[in-house]
């Protein structure tokens, strides 16, 4: 469960203290004041607006390994609410850029990916998501940029086979690429490798397979769905049908 994950995570990272200074910009990005409220509270007790500003404020290329681990069970926490600490979600996870497996435990790595595979099996569960504007892509590329394994999330999606995930998957579809260059995320924060990604992803048989005969139930069903989503959902259908039969 998502909710132990983010409890075990605040007792395996207790042992972490960061050195004074932190690693950020008092000069302009945070004062010094609220850098020592910051240094001197309990994880637990950090409000978002205070972590914010830390985490979009100028830093080093690197942040020293002890003050990424001191914080990040409150970055777990937050992110889990879908309480992103940051100006744009696709970036709650730049503290820990550049990953560097070999600064962390096995058991910290474990946790981490076991937190990644648990929160975006939570986000494939609700629709929409509960954070403002953010779709799916927004949390797929917030998770590539801080070094986690899409793939693999990836390849967890395609047994969703529910509502939810099926309406998650018509978002990344219709509205995840530009509508003018479907190999480019619409994000500004996503990059052509992950777009290649999704894109192959997207177009593999078994995904459209999977995802055509769950679509094709909603459309059946037609329950408490808008009447946007049933057109979409009709278009993305004769799509991936179209597309099989061509092959």
Not at 19 to 34: F, G, Q, R, S, V
Not at 143 to 157: H, Q, R, S
Not at 210 to 235: K, Q
């Amino acid at each position: 469960m998502l909710t132990e994950i983010i409890d075990k995570s605040y007792g395996l990272f207790a042992k972490y203290n960061p050195k004074k200074p932190l690693d950020i910009c008092t000069d302009c990005c945070m004062k010094p004041e609220d850098e020592a409220k910051l240094a001197s509270l309990p994880v637990r007790q950090i409000p978002k607006d205070l972590l914010a500003d830390y985490n979009d404020g100028a830093k080093p290329n690197k942040t020293t390994i002890e003050e990424v681990k001191h914080f990040l069970p409150r970055y777990l926490d937050l992110i889990a609410q879908f309480q992103f600490p940051t100006h744009s979600a696709e970036l709650s996870f730049s503290r820990l850029i550049p990953f560097d497996k070999t600064e962390w435990t096995k058991q910290e790595l474990d946790l981490l990916n076991q937190f990644t595979i648990d929160y975006f099996k939570h986000c494939l569960s609700i629709y929409p998501l509960p954070s403002f504007n953010d779709r799916i892509d927004t949390i797929l590329i917030m998770l590539w940029k801080a070094g986690f394994n899409v793939g693999n999330l990836l390849t967890i999606w395609e047994s969703e086979k529910t509502k939810e995930s099926a309406l998650h998957f018509r978002d990344l579809h219709f509205h995840g690429f530009d509508q003018y260059n479907k190999t480019k995320l619409c994000s500004t924060f996503g990059d052509k490798e992950l777009a290649d990604i999704l894109r192959t992803w997207l177009d593999t048989e078994k995904v459209k397979q999977n995802f055509a005969d769950t679509i094709e139930l909603l459309i059946i069903e037609a329950s408490n769905l808008a009447d946007t989503d049933i057109n979409e959902l009709n278009l993305l259908h004769d799509i991936i049908r179209t597309k099989k039969n061509c092959h």
